[in-house]
């Protein structure tokens, strides 16, 4: 992307956005610009399984708004997720959106386990081809 903004808002990539370049647009349709996360997961930082981490204005905005939001930080976040692989990836267009995604990663903070890792990890590359809602 063009533009890196640190503050009290941020505005999430949309479809289209002006903001991504041409090779940005096609890193982030197969979803390889989440590659340098790996070096968070070998840092200990992030997990390659857990919930999507936010920007931490989003956390304090959806967490004045949505109902255990605080759930999904209980584990570390990961590269991807439960929610992920039920297509709640990309642009979170309104609450609803959040409130599904947030559902989705509070339910595997409850269920978390190898298997289940296993199985979404499993699940991620296919997601990942299908590129449903990669912006």
Known sequence: MLVLEDGSEIVQATKGDARVTRIGRFLRAASL???PQLFNVLSGEMSLVGPRPHAVAHDEYYSARIENYAAR????????????????RGQTADLADM???????????????????LAILARTPLEVLRRRNAV
């Open 99 to 117: 409130q599904r995604r947030i559902e989705l990663d509070a339910w595997y903070v409850a269920h978390e386990s190898l298997r289940l890792d």
């Open 73 to 88: 930080q209980q584990v570390k976040p990961g590269i991807t997720g439960w929610a992920q692989v039920h297509g709640a």
């Open 33 to 35: 610009d989440e590659l």
